[in-house]
């Protein structure tokens, strides 16, 4: 099991799903990108079967979210300064996966936003199975109130 988490286009689920033949839970916010590239790399890849797509956006606690739309592969939970958004359903990971097996990997890239993501994933992160988390700090996370140092 791999758990793309910030999904984009869908090159890692790609990677697990075609290539690895993983079970893949693919997750992407922004509509826009969920239901054009990323939909579009499952079916041309021919993975349907293997992949889970979930138009959401993870974090802490289960609601919903303001969200950039305009922003390509940058796009990021919402701040107050930030016009133009869009409204979107978050949930946890741990929530997410009741009832699922454990993931061996997961990817979280979600433009600063990772610790809440890790906040509503502490249950995952402490099962044995899990063996790597591959996760992208690039320093947004100050946009948000947090040190990305805490991640390491």
Known sequence: MFVDIGANIGSYTVLAA???EAETISIEPV???????????????????????????????????AFTSKLDTVNHVA??????????PVDTLDNLLIGQKVPVLLKIDVEGYETEVINGSINTINKNGLKAIIIELNGSGNRYGYSENKIH
Do not use: M, R
């Open 31 to 65: 509509p826009s990108t969920f239901f054009k590239p990323a939909f579009n790399n499952i079916s041309i890849n021919q993975i349907q079967e293997k992949v889970k797509a979930l138009n959401i956006a993870l974090g802490s606690q289960k609601g919903s979210i």
């Open 18 to 20: 075609a290539h690895v």
């Open 79 to 88: 701040t107050g300064s930030e016009a133009e958004s869009i409204i979107v």
